[in-house]
């Protein structure tokens, strides 16, 4: 499984269970939290009637009812008003409160419910052992929550008393009850509320958690794909992130140059012995020779030879320098727009007095006025290294033919093309790697000579640093070198 599907599942399964939990924690709650409200509502209303009640209550005759009394009247009148209010959204159209009166011995003296139709008067009737009433009489807060129907808990009603005094002795309890139903829609409304806020608030805690793997996602993937070029030797600076991944990105960047380095300078004390050994070897043989008494054309000859080896090694030391300061950028320092078939014509002139030593001309097959971005000097380096290879490929008096096209897809091709024998097929792919070359052609007399393989690799860089390609083909008869940049 890929480390992004790791991720997103994880989240996911961590904010959905902790949304779970929290949402069923405020659903469970805001019922219970209603009816505590409920409850201290009626403690208060309790008293205050209870208050109200206690005259008409201790002038009551022994055995008799509060029917009659003042305190009956209003309450049967409030149970009877006309009421049609919206509370926040909510329609109330009755009055709900039911209120019962008994007397110090719990015998019901008055009963609010006989004055709703179809209600039935508890007048009469002995309460003492239910909990308002009993605890009340005892002194002890009392309430109680009864169902009407015992399965089913949206039927409950909740019953809270208070002590009705006359002086410091308490001659009956007064009970408000309220039915829990008549809060309901208030419970059904804010649970709807909170499962919605908390869909949407879970929607968006998985959208941020989307992103945020996104992103982690997409800086592992770019430092991957760093290391991934780095495993191929193609050399790119590190990507620029932000907290660790920005910390590791620079870690590796830093590990990637130390070992390049050590390995770098390994590889190239090793070549550089083994490059300059053929030259040395002849140096120091003709050196000997001259000690020697020879004819003026024989020393000429050792003379000439001693010259041509420093030459060869005054060149393979400046293109492993000029290789080595490539390796070392990381981008380019004077970037402009520039068109690459002039630096194509400047790399030719550059080149022409050997080309003409060797009666070889250039053409342009196509040269398309384009663009690209880019510095000319290393294009130019690039460009000339092909023409020196070419020079030395083709055979003398041929043509060596060079184009500048805009390509269908919108980049810009250069091709450089010699009429030589072309490169095996083995050899294509490792042309442009450092120090592989293939023989050169030589002239009858000659001995055969073989480069060191730095050019090729030269350029290989220099279309590194520019964000193009390399490519290489027979083209019968000969090779053609194919430089790729992208447009703007």
């Known amino acids: 499984m890929k480390l992004g599907l790791r991720l997103i599942l994880g989240f996911f399964v961590i904010a959905g269970l902790a949304a779970f939990f929290i949402l069923r924690v405020f659903v469970v709650e805001v019922r219970p939290s209603v009816r505590e409200v409920m409850e201290d509502m009626l403690v208060d209303t309790a008293n205050i009637l209870a208050e109200l009640a206690a005259d008409d209550l201790a002038r009551m005759p022994a055995g008799g009812t509060l029917d009659g009394s003042r ?7 409030y149970a009877l008003r006309p009421i049609d209010a919206s509370i926040w959204g909510v329609s109330k ?13 719990g015998r019901v003296v008055f009963d609010s419910g006989a004055g709703k139709p179809a209600a039935s008067s508890a007048a009469g009737q002995d309460y003492s052992r239910w909990r308002d009433v009993a605890l009340t009489l005892q002194g002890r807060y009392g309430a109680r929550a009864t169902r009407e129907v015992q399965t089913d808990d949206r039927t409950s009603v909740m019953y809270v008393a208070a002590p009705v005094r006359d002086g410091g002795r308490v001659i009956g309890v007064l009970t408000v009850a309220k039915p ?42 770019r430092l991957r794909t760093y290391a991934q070029q780095v495993q191929i030797g ?60 020879l004819p003026d054309a024989d020393r000429e000859t050792f003379a000439g030879q001693i010259e041509e080896q420093v030459a060869r090694v005054r060149s393979l030391v400046e293109r492993m320098l000029e290789l080595s300061k490539l390796e070392h950028r990381r981008e380019l320092e004077h970037r402009r727009w520039l068109d690459p078939g002039d630096c194509a014509q400047a790399a030719w002139e550059r080149a022409r007095g050997r080309a003409l030593q060797r009666g070889q001309s250039m053409r342009w097959l196509r040269r398309d006025t384009v663009q690209v971005s880019g510095e000319a000097e290393l294009l130019e380096l690039a460009i000339a290294n092909l023409i020196e290879n070419a020079i030395d490929f083709a055979p003398r008096g041929s043509v060596i033919d060079m184009s500048v096209a805009a390509g269908a897809q919108g980049g810009v091709v250069l091709s450089v093309r010699d009429r030589g024998t072309g490169v095996e097929r083995y050899a294509l792919d490792r042309l442009g790697q450092r120090y592989f070359s293939t023989p050169r052609p030589a002239d009858p007399g000659d001995a055969p000579r073989k480069g060191s393989g730095l050019g090729l690799a030269i350029v290989r860089q220099v279309m590194a640093l520019h964000g193009g390609g390399v490519r290489f083909e027979n083209s019968d008869p000969g090779l053609r070198v194919l430089l790729s940049f992208r447009r703007p």
């Open 93 to 105: 159209r009755t009055l709900d409160y039911r209120v019962y009166v008994t007397d110090a011995g």
């Open 71 to 77: 305190f009956a009247q209003r309450v049967r009148d």
């Open 234 to 293: 193609t050399r790119l600076p590190a990507p620029r992130l932000s907290g660790e991944l920005g910390d590791l990105a620079v870690a590796m960047e830093a590990m990637r140059d130390r070992l390049e380095g050590h390995a770098h300078v390994e590889q190239t004390i090793r070549a550089l012995t083994h490059e300059l050994k053929s030259p040395l070897a002849a140096i120091g043989g003709a050196a000997e020779l001259l000690h020697d008494p």
């Open 180 to 221: 829990v139903s008549t809060v309901q829609p208030f419970v059904d409304r804010a649970e709807r509320t909170i499962l919605l806020q908390g869909a949407w608030l879970t929607l968006l805690s998985l959208a941020v958690g989307a992103l945020v793997t996104g992103w982690i996602v997409w800086s592992v993937r």
